[in-house]
């Protein structure tokens, strides 16, 4: 029996690979996946995985042929792999229902949002910003896969002490805020959040984030004359048959 050969894709990082260390796959700016095979629909059908959560980010290893360290990716090249998949898997037509009226877009030509290179230094996950108000000096980090774990993992804990409090936004400022007038240490980090981070100056730094981070334009039209929306991203995006 001859060998088959599943035929595979190189899918471009919204990031370029300017955030990863040189000595990652993910620096080259793009990565190489393969189409869907049964043994992936498999994946997205396992029960224990839904139950968990993990379903989306095992079928995505299972379908990257590139090796890097799946810990490293940002969540906007992860999202970029993510409608690769669906794209390879299941065709680019993606059908939804947004304000109770019936969508089809194509996800084949999703573009990713154009970035700013000069804010990024080459190698580094790390950028400089000046709250606002304040005026306190300040650097963050785009979060990645690694560190939305820890995060949630914290919020679930933090949930199982309060359920009445949400701790969400400042748990997410101690994670993404790097340092605090060249100050490294996680205690001065947390500190400074818990009890001087302003919350206008907390505002003005996640819509900065939103502006320069690698992501892909996962927005639509609802109508002519309306302003882009978020593409809800429902069950059937990745089954279909529902």
Do not use: C
């Not at 007038?181 to 818990?194: A, C, G, H, P, S």
């Amino acid at each position: 029996m001859s060998e088959f050969n599943i035929p595979t894709e190189k899918v471009t990082l919204p990031s370029k690979g300017l955030i990863y260390s040189p000595d990652s796959e993910l620096s080259k700016g793009h990565i190489e996946m393969k189409y869907m095979t049964a043994k992936e629909e498999d994946i997205l059908l396992n029960q224990r995985y839904i139950k968990e959560g993990t379903a989306i980010d095992k079928l995505l290893q299972s379908l990257v042929v590139t090796k890097f360290n799946y810990d490293d990716l940002i969540l906007g090249d992860k999202n970029a792999i993510m409608v690769a998949a669906r794209v390879l898997g299941y065709g680019g037509e993606y059908k939804f229902t947004y304000d109770g009226e019936e969508h089809n877009i194509d996800l084949s030509q999703i573009d990713p949002k154009p970035i700013d290179e000069s804010l990024f230094t080459p190698g580094k996950n790390e950028f400089e910003y000046i709250l606002p108000f304040s005026k306190t000096n300040i650097t963050f980090k785009i979060l990645t896969h690694k560190d939305e774990n820890k995060l949630l993992k914290e919020l679930e804990g933090l949930k199982k002490i309060n359920k009445n409090i949400s701790s969400e936004i400042s748990t997410r400022m101690k994670y993404i805020i790097t340092s605090v007038d060249n100050d490294r240490e996680v205690k001065t980090i947390r500190d400074f959040v818990d009890k001087k981070l302003l919350a206008r100056d907390s505002q003005a730094l996640r819509k900065h984030i939103r502006e320069i981070q690698p992501d892909i334009d996962l927005t639509f039209f609802p109508s002519p004359d309306s302003e882009r929306v978020a593409i809800p991203i429902g069950a059937n995006f990745f089954w279909p048959d529902l």
